[in-house]
Every structure is written in structure tokens, then in C-alpha cells.
Nanobody, 122 residues
Framework: QVQLVESGGGSVQAGGSLRLSCVAS????????MGWYRQAPGKQRELVAT???????NYADSVWGRFTASRDNEKNTVYLQMNSLKPEDTAVYYC????????????????WGQGTQVTVSS
């Protein structure tokens, strides 16, 4: 069983900062891409940032220059540092990972965390 568990959400005033973490646990062979998505009330889930196994991190235009995503492969963890937060950043933030469970069949599955609430007040 593979699980992604997010932490670090909360309430903050506009201009403040939060740091989200997401840890992958369970039995697996390798984690490929990891990333963050968010879903505001009444809106569709949208991409925030993705970190491939190799290559550069991709960000949504709306968070460019304010958010920084990073990963620690030894800890199976992905982070999202959020600075200069705005009320429009209020959403449930989800971690997503593409994980290969078996070294033999190399099939990749997509896993999601349960989400963590971020609320930014003006």
C-alpha cells in the first residue's frame, strides 16, 4: 500500500508564508514525478507545480516567483514553499506522485494525498 500524506497547511494573512510537505510511504520501487495541485471551492483542481525525476520544475503562472517546489528523494518527500500568499491562493492543496511499485513490471501508478487546507485572509 502506498500513501501520500501532506502537512503544513493552515491559516495565514496575505503576504505571509507557509511550507507544505508531502511524504510517500509504503512499498514501492521508485518515485517518478511529484507535484502539487490545488482546488478552490467551486473550481476545478489545478496544477501548482510539478517536479520531474530529472529536469526543471514547472509552475503555474499564478504562483511563479512566489512558490518554490523541491524534493528530497532520500526522504521520499516533496515540499512547497509558499511566499507572498494572496487570498486567491486559498484552496485545498494536494500532493500527487507517479510511483513505480515493482522493479519487474515497471508499471507507473498515480497517487494522491488527502489534501491540506490553506486559507489566506486579506
Amino acid at each position: 500500500q502506498v500513501q501520500l500524506v501532506e502537512s503544513g497547511g493552515g491559516s495565514v494573512q496575505a503576504g505571509g508564508s507557509l511550507r507544505l510537505s508531502c511524504v510517500a510511504s509504503g512499498s514501492f520501487f521508485r518515485i517518478n514525478a511529484m507535484g502539487w495541485y490545488r482546488q478552490a471551492p467551486g473550481k476545478q483542481r489545478e496544477l501548482v507545480a510539478t517536479i520531474p525525476t530529472g529536469g526543471s520544475t514547472n509552475y503555474a503562472d499564478s504562483v511563479w516567483g512566489r512558490f518554490t517546489a523541491s524534493r528530497d528523494n532520500e526522504k521520499n518527500t516533496v515540499y512547497l514553499q509558499m511566499n507572498s500568499l494572496k487570498p486567491e491562493d486559498t484552496a485545498v492543496y494536494y500532493c500527487k506522485a507517479r510511483i513505480v511499485r515493482s522493479a519487474t513490471n515497471r508499471l507507473e501508478n498515480v497517487y494522491w494525498g488527502q489534501g491540506t487546507q490553506v486559507t489566506v485572509s486579506s
